[in-house]
């Protein structure tokens, strides 16, 4: 199943199978340039080759396929509007190789680079030689990286996974088999350990990868970065090195202790990192872009349907807005929440354009990960919990059947511009705790409090909204994040607790932990009123105190002094604390089920507080079952086989 047509390459967007999700749009294979292998021996050719793959990656994170590192996984459970797909995947009940992720088509993409390194000697200006030979060697690792971590390889135990190329395929070919999974990560430690010995340490106007100085192509600091987070995902699997925690701790602790050779450091304040001014700013490693005037990778066309290479991460997680009304009830309290059809907002431009295709799953999320809101910024900084009306509704009514006060409108409301409202009542609020009827029918909206949070009605994932949108249907030219420094921190933590290093390990988490405690007068327009916030004259006192509330505490070191215990039902451990500091710092970026899998919790986390996937969820799903489309595509010789308990 060898990928390639004739003499001719063809560098293909992604043929990534997009899951079903409501309105069922899928993402087309559209070839964006032809090269042959004689254009390979050419700077020009090479740029253009590397530049393409790069491309190409934006239909790797992009639409609504992106749901599947969420589902079924401790943190999300499926949407409202999900679709059929979705909620198998995070039930966990009748997965298949026919309605998993096909990321596949990726092997375009390791052909093309297979080409470069073939190639590229030929070249003879070294330094462009260097530098485009180094932007191959990081992707194709990045590339198999992304690809084992879903599928796995061949092991003592496992009976399939992926196939394994280096060299540049001419000839289209029928048949493939897996690879040993220690010769994966082989290669993949061998790209990144290359790469980093010719990539630049940071992001110059100079780099042809990038314009102008603009882009997070690979640095030294990203391909170690990575190079340590496949030194630390192979520490739990069959092809292990008995050093790989290790590496993963010293490769870490260098690039924290190197930060500003590489540019990089951390924001003092947690509201910072998702801001879009910060988008390449010093936290932000490694990008997949989406930008508007970007020459080299936009080609971007804002489309109210969809199209290719639009970021659609902002969407996902947004709740329908439009629909709750402002009426309450007798019983109101009482679970699920029945919530009236008159609606106190209408669609538009600041609020987005919700999605609805994942939801938070409130055990986890709301109850443990997120559940100090007061010391812990990173709630306010994630969620969106109040909206301002913004049209003219009819005034509500209380649970006696009075009349509330009518709403009044934001001054400001725009169709085609993100305008923050200035005035306005608020129409929907989430506080983080009940609140008595009488609350409820003073209030002229809708208040929904935690217990009646559902895969309906829920607080929005507000971190990757683009001010850059001017339509109520757009979506995002706002970059993916996929490496950030904070993780750097996270994989040390996470490597120094494998290797029995507590004391290190907290001191990484508490770096991230007491960052999270600061807060500024500013960040308060985006809290609801009813949440922690600071005046001028508050704010050193209650930073001050809120820094000392995050450290770790005895009980909390003594956790984390626990081995990671990965059986169902087990006492908490230290690697429940680590993880929960994943989703505190990393919530909504693609990620959580690949973390799982890779601390080996998956089941274990699932059957804890995923009540939807913790009957069917069982060891096997660790891998993702291979596509379908391998195994047809596989003619000759032995059958392709399936990963292990798939059909």
């Known amino acids: 199943m060898r990928i390639f047509n004739k003499t001719s390459f063809v560098i293909a967007v992604l043929a990534m199978l997009m899951?079903?999700?409501?309105?069922?749009?899928?993402?087309?294979?559209?070839?964006?340039?032809?090269?042959?292998?004689?254009?390979?021996?050419?700077?020009?050719?090479?740029?253009?080759?590397?530049?393409?793959?790069?491309?190409?990656?934006?239909?790797?994170?992009?639409?609504?396929?992106?749901?599947?590192?969420?589902?079924?996984?401790?943190?999300?459970?499926?949407?409202?509007?999900?679709?059929?797909?979705?909620?198998?995947?995070?039930?966990?009940?009748?997965?298949?190789?026919?309605?998993?992720?096909?990321?596949?088509?990726?092997?375009?993409?390791?052909?093309?680079?297979?080409?470069?390194?073939?190639?590229?000697?030929?070249?003879?200006?070294?330094?462009?030689?260097?530098?485009?030979?180094?932007?191959?060697?990081?992707?194709?690792?990045?590339?198999?990286?992304?690809?084992?971590?879903?599928?796995?390889?061949?092991?003592?135990?496992?009976?399939?996974?992926?196939?394994?190329?280096?060299?540049?395929?001419?000839?289209?070919?029928?048949?493939?088999?897996?690879?040993?999974?220690?010769?994966?990560?082989?290669?993949?430690?061998?790209?990144?350990?290359e790469a980093v010995a010719a990539l630049p340490n940071t992001i110059t106007s100079s780099n042809p990868f990038s314009a102008g100085g603009v882009g997070k192509t690979a640095t030294v600091a990203v391909a170690n970065a990575f190079l340590a987070k496949a030194y630390l995902t192979r520490g739990y699997t069959e092809a292990k090195h008995a050093d790989d925690f290790q590496k993963a701790a010293d490769l870490t602790a260098a690039l924290i202790n190197n930060k500003g050779t590489y540019g990089l450091n951390l924001w003092q304040n947690y509201n910072d990192v998702h801001k879009p001014v910060n988008d390449y700013g010093k936290e932000n490693m490694f990008n997949i872009d989406y930008g508007i005037s970007d020459p080299q990778y936009s080609?971007?066309?804002?489309?109210?349907?969809?199209?290719?290479?639009?970021?659609?991460?902002?969407?996902?997680?947004?709740?329908?807005?439009?629909?709750?009304?402002?009426?309450?009830?007798?019983?109101?309290?009482?679970?699920?929440?029945?919530?009236?059809?008159?609606?106190?907002?209408?669609?538009?431009?600041?609020?987005?354009?919700?999605?609805?295709?994942?939801?938070?799953?409130?055990?986890?999320?709301?109850?443990?990960?997120?559940?100090?809101?007061?010391?812990?910024?990173?709630?306010?900084?994630?969620?969106?919990?109040?909206?301002?009306?913004?049209?003219?509704?009819?005034?509500?009514?209380?649970?006696?059947?009075?009349?509330?006060?009518?709403?009044?409108?934001?001054?400001?409301?725009?169709?085609?511009?993100?305008?923050r409202p200035i005035d306005g009542d608020t129409a929907i609020l989430m506080p983080s705790t009940d609140v008595t009827m009488a609350r409820r029918d003073a209030f002229k909206g809708l208040i929904v409090t935690p217990k009646q949070f559902n895969n309906t009605i829920f607080p929005t994932v507000k971190k990757f909204d683009d001010p850059a949108r001017t339509g109520i249907l757009d979506f995002s030219s706002r970059p993916i994040v996929l490496m950030r420094f904070s993780e750097v921190y996270l994989m040390n933590a996470e490597a120094n607790y494998m290797l029995g290093n507590i004391s290190a390990a907290a001191t990484s988490l508490n770096v991230l932990r007491q960052r999270a405690a600061y807060r500024t007068p500013a960040d308060?327009?985006?809290?609801?009123?009813?949440?922690?916030?600071?005046?001028?004259?508050?704010?050193?006192?209650?930073?001050?105190?809120?820094?000392?509330?995050?450290?770790?505490?005895?009980?909390?070191?003594?956790?984390?002094?626990?081995?990671?215990?990965?059986?169902?039902?087990?006492?908490?451990?230290?690697?429940?604390?680590i993880l929960e500091e994943y989703s505190r710092e990393l919530y909504g970026d693609p990620r959580r089920w690949y973390d799982l899998v890779r601390t080996k919790q998956l089941v274990r986390r699932v059957k804890m507080y995923n009540a939807i996937g913790a009957p069917n969820v069982q060891d096997f799903h660790a891998r993702r079952p291979i596509p379908q489309t391998l195994i047809d595509a596989v003619l000759s010789g032995p059958k392709y086989p399936q990963n292990n308990g798939y059909q």
């Open 524 to 577: 308060a327009q985006t809290v609801a009123k009813n949440q922690f916030r600071v005046t001028e004259e508050t704010m050193s006192s209650a930073n001050a105190s809120n820094a000392a509330a995050m450290a770790l505490t005895s009980e909390q070191l003594s956790q984390l002094s626990i081995p990671n215990n990965t059986n169902s039902g087990g006492s908490l451990n230290g690697m429940d604390l």
């Open 19 to 193: 899951i079903d999700s409501g309105c069922k749009k899928v993402l087309n294979e559209s070839p964006r340039a032809g090269l042959y292998p004689n254009y390979f021996g050419t700077p020009g050719g090479v740029q253009a080759a590397v530049t393409g793959v790069y491309n190409d990656l934006r239909g790797a994170f992009s639409g609504e396929g992106l749901v599947f590192y969420y589902n079924g996984t401790d943190e999300n459970i499926s949407g409202g509007s999900a679709g059929t797909i979705a909620p198998i995947l995070n039930s966990y009940n009748g997965i298949n190789s026919s309605n998993t992720p096909d990321i596949m088509g990726l092997y375009v993409d390791i052909n093309t680079l297979n080409g470069v390194l073939q190639y590229a000697s030929s070249i003879t200006d070294v330094t462009a030689r260097t530098q485009y030979v180094a932007q191959a060697k990081f992707l194709r690792g990045f590339i198999y990286f992304y690809l084992v971590q879903t599928y796995g390889g061949l092991t003592a135990t496992q009976k399939s996974g992926i196939p394994l190329h280096t060299t540049f395929i001419t000839q289209a070919s029928s048949e493939d088999k897996p690879a040993q999974l220690t010769e994966i990560y082989d290669l993949i430690i061998q790209d990144f350990t």
């Open 299 to 419: 080609g971007y066309v804002q489309q109210g349907s969809g199209g290719y290479g639009i970021n659609q991460l902002y969407v996902l997680q947004r709740f329908n807005y439009v629909g709750p009304g402002v009426d309450n009830v007798a019983g109101i309290d009482a679970v699920p929440q029945k919530l009236s059809t008159k609606s106190g907002m209408l669609r538009d431009v600041y609020n987005g354009r919700p999605y609805t295709r994942l939801a938070p799953n409130v055990p986890y999320t709301m109850n443990v990960a997120f559940k100090d809101q007061v010391h812990d910024t990173r709630y306010d900084a994630t969620f969106q919990t109040f909206w301002i009306c913004n049209t003219n509704v009819a005034a509500g009514t209380t649970s006696t059947g009075g009349v509330k006060g009518k709403l009044i409108p934001a001054s400001n409301v725009s169709l085609s511009a993100f305008q």
